[in-house]
Nanobody, 124 residues
Framework: QVQLVESGGGVVQPGDSLRLSCTVS????????MGWFRQAPGKEREFVAS????????YYASSVKGRFTISRDNAKNTLYLEMNSLKPEDTAVYSC?????????????????WGQGTQVTVSS
């Protein structure tokens, strides 16, 4: 059974940081690209960041570039998203996604398995 389980979300103030984790089981991890997406209330799911199987290259949405960092630990089957300088507009449910390809970008169709998501709320 394929499982992608996110953790690390919460309620923070503007300017704070959070680190999300996504642990993968039941499928290959080290040979495949991974991504983070988010969905705010009333909006469509949008791309946040992706990382190739080897940790390079990485891709970021323009809205998070310079503030967020995606990384992975293939030995632990775990994906991370370090989020700094958080803004209220970053509020969303963040989901990780696994691709069957070694390299994927920002399109939903490139990803085959999805987690349930973790809520991130940025509010003063």
């Amino acid at each position: 059974q394929v499982q992608l389980v996110e953790s690390g979300g919460g309620v923070v103030q503007p300017g704070d940081s959070l680190r999300l984790s996504c642990t993968v089981s039941g499928r290959t991890f080290s040979n495949n690209a991974m991504g983070w997406f988010r969905q705010a209330p009333g909006k469509e799911r949008e791309f946040v960041a992706s990382i190739a199987w080897s940790s390079f290259p990485t891709y970021y949405a323009s809205s998070v570039k310079g503030r967020f960092t995606i990384s992975r630990d293939n030995a632990k089957n775990t994906l991370y998203l370090e989020m700094n300088s958080l803004k209220p507009e970053d509020t969303a449910v963040y989901s990780c996604a696994a691709s069957n390809r070694p390299l994927s970008h920002d399109q939903l169709y490139e990803y085959d398995d999805w987690g349930q998501g973790t809520q991130v709320t940025v509010s003063s």
